[in-house]
């Protein structure tokens, strides 16, 4: 049977991926770090591999143990990374220089792997096309103003010149599901009678759901080219209201006080914020790198290339995956 490693297994994505390559047939191998929560890693014929991605001749040498024990891997699904960090220079050390050396060592011990899927994110290309209002195309230039960003840029920039490696890069958008705590947040406020939203204009949002992105996973390891990179969406756009809107919907249509907050408070908040969380060395939800994904008026992105290349056909929009991500949170008593 082929095996595929999923680094970043403990995680929203990666914990999917893995579920669904045991469902597949795989040799499944979950990824983790020392410590990290293997909650929703319970499944029968689950392999951990534990990985420490701060030293690369540690990782280089586990991984050829690995080998020697196991047999090579066929295939490398690396969701391992930050999204959130107390230090902004956290993000480029984890997601870009983490990443270098984990494929370093990978190549160094010539492992044939068939294909390295490698997860980042549409805000690589951060605010394009904010006047125009028209989707993002893999012809357009990054131009990431967020550190998280820029980190998963340079990470595509490493592995774009890499003539002799099969990678193939994956950008969704914002991602969610069942097991996800970000857009949770947002079910939270809406409990508690509270909807936020940033900024009075117009937003052009989009959403895929964890089950979609999983699916294109699965397409990416045999269908399309190598050295390729796909962004990932339901297809669909929707108004800055829909997804609460929905979530309410789910929830039985309690009473909301909506607070659209313009942007030059929500700059303000965000700074303070960031600034006190920084001085007690801890992560807060709102901070300056939250604030300008927060302030970005357009996340359209072009999925032809995934629909046609891969066969990539997304099966849930919004209403759908809203409805059983809140059947998930009340299911587990999340609300």
Not at 18 to 39: C, I, N, P, Q
Not at 87 to 99: A, L, P, S
Not at 159 to 166: A, N, R
């Amino acid at each position: 049977m082929p095996s595929v490693l999923i680094t970043g297994a403990s995680g929203f994505i990666g914990s999917f991926i893995a579920e669904e390559a045991l469902r597949r047939g795989f040799d499944t191998w979950a990824g983790v770090r020392h410590g990290s929560s293997r909650k929703f890693l319970q499944e029968k014929g689950m392999r951990f591999l534990e990985l420490d991605y701060t030293d690369g001749h540690r990782l280089k040498s586990r991984l050829e143990e690995h080998v020697r024990q196991n047999g090579p891997l066929d295939y490398v699904v690396h969701c391992a990374g930050v999204t959130k960090c107390a230090d902004r220079h956290d993000f480029e050390r984890v997601n870009y220089g983490q990443t270098r050396l984990f494929v370093n060592a990978l190549r160094d011990l010539h492992m044939p792997v068939k294909r390295f899927i490698f997860l980042s994110s549409l805000s690589v290309y951060g605010p394009v096309h904010e006047d125009h209002s028209r989707p993002i195309s893999e012809n357009d230039i990054p131009c990431p103003d967020t550190a998280y960003g820029q980190s998963k840029l340079k990470a595509e920039q490493y592995l774009q010149g890499l003539t002799d490696f099969p990678y193939v890069i994956l950008r969704p958008t914002g991602v969610y599901g069942p097991r996800e705590r970000d857009y949770y947040q947002l079910a939270l406020s809406i409990r508690r009678h509270v909807d936020f939203s940033a900024g009075l204009g117009r937003q052009d949002l989009t959403f895929v759901y964890v089950a979609d992105v999983v699916q294109a996973v699965f397409l990416a390891m045999e269908k399309g080219d190598v050295r390729r990179a796909y962004f990932l969406s339901d297809g669909k756009v929707y108004a800055s209201r829909t997804f609460s809107d929905l979530v309410r919907k789910e929830m039985g249509n309690p009473f909301v006080i909506r607070i659209k907050c313009p942007l030059f408070i929500l700059k303000a908040l965000s700074l303070l914020v960031g600034w006190v969380a920084a001085r007690m060395h801890t992560v807060s939800v709102l901070n300056p790198d939250k604030y300008r994904i927060m302030k970005q008026r357009n996340w359209q992105c072009d999925i032809t290339p995934a629909e046609k290349e891969l066969g990539f056909r997304p099966a849930y929009d919004l209403e759908l995956g809203v409805r059983e991500t809140i059947a998930w949170y009340k299911d587990n008593k999340w609300l």
